[in-house]
């Protein structure tokens, strides 16, 4: 509750994110709002615009270099990340094309290319491209 009111405070989510990038001060308010909703949105993942967590941001892991389209639809515990090798370097991430919804539980790892208008059912596991118009 402390968390969202004082991101309220700041702005919102959004543009605290944003302001994060420049300023610690921001930078830890916006980890802290993460830790309380159990979220790992990195600064470094690159939204086209303001992606709608309809749960809000709950349990949601989107890692660095991560590409998010425009109009994009996330729920809850949703995973989009890159695969890591054993010494932390990380091999190529996600990216998600526009109009795209992400229903709870999906995860999509590693070197995916997501087509535009996309739906990822729940508990989906992507490891492979998939074409726009489609539903996985």
Known sequence: MFSRIVIRLLGDIWSVREKA???????????YY??????AI???A?????????R?????????????????????QVTIDGELL???????????????????GAKIIGNVKIGD???VSSNAVVREDIPSDSVV
């Open 86 to 104: 054993p010494n932390n370097s990380l091999i190529d991430a996600p990216w998600i094309g526009n109009n795209c919804y992400i229903h709870p």
């Open 21 to 31: 990038k420049k300023n610690s001060f921001y930078k830890f308010f916006y980890n």
């Open 42 to 44: 990195s600064i470094n």
């Open 46 to 54: 690159i939204f086209e615009n303001k992606a709608f967590f309809p």
């Open 56 to 76: 809000g941001m709950k349990q949601i892991v989107i890692g660095d270099r991560v590409r998010i389209g425009k109009n994009c639809v996330i729920y809850q």
């Open 117 to 119: 208008n996309v739906i």
């Open 34 to 39: 993460q830790f309380t909703h159990g979220s």
